[in-house]
C-alpha cells in the first residue's frame, strides 16, 4: 500500500516472501503474493519459499504457496526437494501435504538421499 518493493532482493537474493515463508507469516506471505511476490523465486541456492516453509514446519504457509503454483517439487543446489527437507526436520504435516500435493517420494538428492533415508 505504501510503495514498499515486494521483490526487493538481499545480496543472496533472498526476498521478503522467502523470509515470510521461513518465519511462518502466513498473512505476509499472502499480501505479498497478492502484490505480485512470484510463489517459485529462487535465491542464489535455489531454495524457494517452499523449501523455507517446509524446512520449518509452516504448513499454512507451505499450503499457500502451492495454492499459488509453487512447485512441490523443486530442487536446491543439492538436489533437495521441500519433502527432503520436511522429512530432515521431522515436519511431518507439511511431508503429507507434499506428498498429497504430488511430490515425488523417490526423489533423490545429488548424494543419492531420499526423503526417507532423512525422515530415518
Not at 498473512?27 to 524446512?55: F, I, M, Q, R, S
Not at 521441500?82 to 515436519?91: F, I, K, M, S
Not at 506428498?99 to 533415508?117: F, I, Y
Amino acid at each position: 500500500e505504501k510503495g514498499a518493493n515486494a521483490e526487493a532482493a538481499t545480496a543472496t537474493q533472498k526476498l521478503p516472501l522467502h523470509y515470510a515463508a521461513q518465519n511462518g507469516h502466513t498473512n505476509v506471505a499472502k499480501l505479498l503474493l497478492e502484490k505480485g511476490a512470484n510463489a517459485e523465486a529462487v535465491e542464489e541456492d535455489n531454495w524457494t519459499p517452499l523449501h523455507y516453509a517446509a524446512e520449518n514446519g509452516h504448513t499454512d504457509v507451505a499450503k499457500l504457496l502451492l495454492e499459488m503454483g509453487a512447485n512441490a517439487e523443486a530442487v536446491e543446489a543439492q538436489q533437495c526437494t521441500p519433502l527432503h527437507l520436511a522429512a530432515r526436520n521431522g515436519r511431518t504435516d507439511v511431508a503429507k501435504l507434499l506428498l498429497e500435493k504430488g511430490a515425488n517420494a523417490e526423489a533423490a538428492t545429488a548424494t543419492q538421499k531420499l526423503p526417507l533415508h532423512y525422515a530415518a
